[in-house]
């Protein structure tokens, strides 16, 4: 079966240290997500590529969080500084979406973060 | 905007039984795409089943099946013969035809007893 591949699975770092989480999407796939799921919050959307585009990051905070598409094989979310509140799993999902139909979303395994 | 609300926050089944998981949603669109996604202990998260919002027909993936009310706009997910293996976080999302967000409700934890 074809997977979103998520690197690091865990990650323990200091704060105010810089923090890349890496995602190998779906080959295919025109549509990446990242989510950040908390006890407390749920499942949140932090940003959105199509073709390689970024196309929404509203739910991202801009002045420490990036995310970026270099290429078709790799998606980068990126925490500097990072602080204790960005502990969370965080998940990255690719799908096809094509003419307006969506074909369903893969989830990669999570990379949990804890910021101490 | 667009919400997903699941009123239930945990549930338990004998082994064998049928459980059935509620979700509802808001949206001002027409056509859309509801998802129903387990999450076991693992954390991994896997697509359960999908539904078109133009499609009456109601989708049903082996003991996965759902009741899809459009007018009511409702989206209820049931496990026939549960498995321990079911035992799991449930979620009900929602995304518009082409859209940019999957939407999440809160998860209902479902527990399968032996």
């Known amino acids: 079966d074809a997977r979103v591949t998520q690197t690091p699975r865990h990650k323990v770092t200091e704060m105010g240290q810089e923090v890349t989480m890496r995602c190998q999407p779906i080959l295919g796939h025109n549509t990446v997500f990242w989510y950040r799921q908390t006890m407390m919050q749920g499942l949140e959307l932090l940003a959105y590529?199509?073709?390689?585009?970024?196309?929404?990051d509203s739910g991202m905070p801009k002045d420490r969080f990036s995310a970026e598409m270099p290429d078709a094989t790799l998606a980068t979310l990126k925490i500097q500084p990072s602080e204790p509140r960005d502990s969370a799993v965080y998940f990255c999902?690719?799908?096809?979406?094509?003419?307006?139909?969506?074909?369903?979303?893969?989830f990669g395994s999570g990379t949990r973060l804890t910021v101490v | 905007a667009q919400t997903v609300t699941q009123s239930q926050p945990e549930m338990s089944v004998q082994e064998a039984e049928t459980v059935t998981l509620s979700c509802t949603y808001d949206t001002s669109e027409n056509n859309y795409y509801l998802f129903w996604y387990k999450q076991p202990p693992s954390r991994q998260m896997i697509l359960v089943i999908r539904?078109?919002?133009?499609?009456?027909q109601n989708a049903t993936e082996n003991r996965f099946s759902v009741n899809f009310q459009k007018a009511a706009k409702s989206f209820s997910l049931k496990i026939s013969d549960s498995q321990l293996g079911d035992t799991a976080m449930y979620f009900c999302?929602?995304?518009?035809?082409?859209?940019?967000?999957?939407?999440f409700g809160g998860g209902t934890r479902v527990l399968v007893k032996p």
């Open positions: 999302a929602l995304i518009k035809a082409a859209g940019n967000k999957l939407t």
């Open positions: 999902a690719s799908g096809l979406v094509l003419g307006g139909e969506g074909y369903g979303y893969t």
């Open positions: 590529f199509r073709n390689r585009a970024p196309l929404d």
């Open positions: 539904q078109e919002a133009y499609k009456q």
